[in-house]
């Protein structure tokens, strides 16, 4: 684990992929808000979890996308 952390701990990424994945939070959370409001406008709970499920889902796929290419460089 260790040398994991040493070697494989300052993964440079480009500036691109921050903002693509910044604009992708964004738009994530655009969408969320908007599905929140009109969850609000009816009462209904549901789609507030699931946008909430969403989100986190959006987020996982962000995180694996950065692990498998940026981190896991085993070719």
């Known amino acids: 684990m260790s040398r994991l952390i040493e070697d494989e701990m300052f993964v440079p990424i480009s500036s691109d992929s921050i903002n693509d994945i910044s ?5 994530v959370k655009e969408t969320v808000d908007e599905v929140l409001k009109g969850a609000k406008k009816q009462g209904i ?6 946008s909430i499920l969403l989100l986190l889902f959006t987020v996982h796929a962000i995180v694996g996308y950065i692990y498998y290419y940026y981190v896991n460089e085993d070719d």
């Open 23 to 27: 604009n992708q939070v964004t738009s």
């Open 45 to 50: 709970k549901t789609i507030k979890y699931m």
